[in-house]
């Protein structure tokens, strides 16, 4: 592909008739985006990256621009992809009732950005990105659940500004001291139960005037630093106190400290 706009550009605001846009072959060159959509099925297309003249493009618009897929419009379902090469991931920026399924993606940035989208769910995907943020989200309902997360030295879900349903069963993995696994603040009060966060510098961060009561059965594991902190945490968090169903020491709230494997 060319090396500007993008690969394939449909834009759709007409609920009665729905796009569908699958297994395409696209590799964008330079700062070409791969699919930009709205009202679309977006399923099993394979986006590779040629990266080669990158070096030389400012770090914003870098984390701006270059996205495999852009969910321009509200009911799109990504699903099937696989996004790999590339600066980031999935863009689903100021839109509603976006489905984010089953998609393999490896990102040097951010992997699914959802600033301001509402009714978002991002499940069963293998995300890796190896730097800055694996899922941000912000202002709107989002459920993150069964998802395997990789970063390097980047952060793992962030959550803020009244932002978040749920964010469960997900694996979260850092290889080299990422600084958050979850990080929620500004009002966000999102279950966050059944993860596994490994490897980061800090755990799970909540900030919010109200104590958060659902941050339970997650298993830390070789956190440098705190397991848990900021001030929704409920009493007792982290302090191995209790057992698990299992008979496993945990905290009160089922958070246990042991090797995953």
Not at 67 to 74: K, L, M, Q
Not at 87 to 93: L, S, Y
Request: hydrophobic share 30%; with cysteine.
């Amino acid at each position: 592909c060319s090396d500007d706009g993008f690969a394939i550009y449909n834009w759709q605001n007409d609920s009665a008739f729905k796009p569908l846009i699958k297994n395409n072959t696209i590799i964008p060159a330079g700062y070409t985006s791969g699919i930009r959509a709205g009202g679309a099925d977006i399923l099993d297309n394979s986006i590779t990256g040629d990266m080669s003249g990158s070096s030389s493009w400012g770090s914003w618009f870098q984390e701006e621009y270059m996205h495999g897929i852009y969910s321009e419009n509200d009911n799109n379902v990504i699903k099937g992809n696989i996004i790999t090469n590339y600066e980031n991931g999935i863009k689903a920026e100021y839109v509603n009732n976006t489905l984010i399924d089953s998609n393999y993606i490896q990102v040097f940035r951010r992997g699914v950005y959802g600033r301001e989208s509402d009714q978002l769910v991002i499940t069963n995907n293998t995300i890796q990105a190896d730097q800055n943020t694996i899922i941000y989200t912000s202002q709107g309902a989002s459920t993150i659940k069964y998802n395997l997360l990789v970063t390097n030295s980047g952060r793992g879900i962030h959550c803020e500004d009244q932002a978040g349903i749920e964010f469960s069963n997900n694996t979260i993995i850092s290889n080299s001291s990422g600084d958050y696994g979850i990080h929620i603040s500004n009002l966000s009060a999102p279950i966050v139960s059944n993860n596994i966060i490994q490897g980061f510098q800090n755990g799970i961060y909540a900030e919010n005037s109200l104590v958060n009561y659902a941050l339970s059965y997650n298993n830390l594991w070789q956190i440098t630093g705190n397991m848990f902190d900021g001030s929704a945490m409920p009493p007792l968090i982290g302090d191995p106190i209790s057992l698990n169903g299992n008979g496993d020491v945990s905290d009160i709230y089922g958070n246990i400290n042991l090797d995953p494997d």
